[in-house]
């Protein structure tokens, strides 16, 4: 267990480390954001701040609310209260389409490539400044036809990296589940973003890909960029997570760099609720197959954690199924 009494630090933190603390340099700030949902109260963040140039994982229990808080960030819902602000403008009431202009760009817990599109169709989906978006540059052919062969050149560059360039012609139906989600990630960059927020990349897909995905969202981060990313299981952010932020019942519980999360009292709590003597950071194989039977379908538990390889080539063309829609 953490020894509450002692002030813990950390070169991302401003101050102490703590649910909501402050942060040397927020790319996000929220404050008093709440949605309900009739009786329900989905979110109620009093404060969070998310660092710039670092991983943050979002985690908590099935029904935390990460999904929803991630919807309200990025346009895709309005909350009953609050504000945020991206890069220090605030975002409240900007719709989802201008949030990604300005570079928080998101992926989905069930992925959005349109199917009957082929894989390059989905990347230039993603682009911004797309020549058609201006009704006189459209009609002037030289005008957008080096805008169009340039975006089409990062598309491909982007489907090389993400190992999806043998799809390029495929219908994106055709693809995997992680080829799915590799190609949203791989989408998402088409806009040169400055956040990219990732809604359960992991969820359904194999272990080979996973690898995979986790190396990609570490690359992101060496590119500059800041990485928000929704995960339930917390055995699955130790390996590539600078910070951790820990949702239960719509708040911020914890938050702090992950080994420190993971031995948490209210974090233990918020996932096993009785077993508060268990650290869920240094559970033992058998410890947690234990628990992953108890717990059973409420908590996920990663029974096999494997380092953090470099990106591996994809090679799975099994479909893996999404989730089921909410
Ligand atoms: N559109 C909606 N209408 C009614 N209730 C909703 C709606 N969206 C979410 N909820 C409820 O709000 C709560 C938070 O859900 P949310 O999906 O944000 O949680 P989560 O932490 O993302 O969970 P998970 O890990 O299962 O995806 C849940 O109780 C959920 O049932």
Redesign the pocket.
């Known amino acids: 267990m953490s020894d509450t009494s002692t002030v813990r630090t950390h070169p991302l933190v401003k101050g102490e480390v703590g649910p909501g603390c402050a942060k040397v340099d927020p790319i996000v700030v929220a404050d008093g954001v709440t949605r309900t949902?009739?009786g329900?109260t989905?979110?109620d963040v009093q404060h969070v701040e998310i660092p710039r140039n670092a991983i943050t994982a979002l985690i908590?229990?099935?029904?935390?609310?990460?999904?929803?808080?991630f919807n309200l960030l990025t346009g895709f819902d309005k909350p009953n209260t609050g504000s945020w602000s991206f890069e220090g403008h605030s975002l409240a009431g900007v719709p989802a389409y201008r949030v990604a202009r300005r570079g928080m760009v998101r992926t989905f817990?069930l992925t959005k490539s349109l199917g009957r599109l082929s894989v390059l169709q989905n990347m230039l989906l993603g682009a911004t400044k797309q020549p058609g978006e201006n009704m006189f540059r459209a009609l002037v052919r030289p005008l957008w036809r080096n805008r169009e062969q340039e975006i089409t050149e990062k598309a491909d560059d982007l489907l090389k990296r993400f190992k999806l360039d043998t799809k390029r012609e495929d219908y994106a139906a055709s693809l995997s589940g992680g080829q799915r989600k590799l190609l949203e990630m791989a989408r998402a960059l088409m806009s040169d973003p400055v956040l990219v927020m990732l809604d359960?990349p992991m969820a359904g897909v194999n272990p080979a890909l996973t690898q995979s995905l986790l190396g990609h969202i570490k690359d992101l981060k060496a590119q500059g960029m800041s990485v928000l990313f929704?995960e339930?299981d917390m055995h699955m952010v130790r390996h590539i997570s600078d910070w951790v932020i820990v949702?239960a019942e719509?708040r911020v519980v914890a938050e702090g760099p992950p080994e420190t999360v993971m031995s948490d009292p209210a974090v233990i709590d918020a996932y096993l609720g009785a077993h508060h003597d268990t650290d869920l950071g240094e559970m033992t194989g058998d410890d947690r197959a234990a628990l992953a039977q108890e717990a059973a379908a409420e908590i996920p538990v990663d029974v096999s954690p494997t380092p953090v390889s470099d990106p591996t080539p994809v090679s799975d063309t099994t479909p893996v199924s999404d989730k089921e829609e909410?």
């Open positions: 949902f009739g329900l989905a979110v908590g229990p099935n029904g935390a609310g990460k999904t929803t808080f817990q359960e929704v339930h949702m719509g909410k």
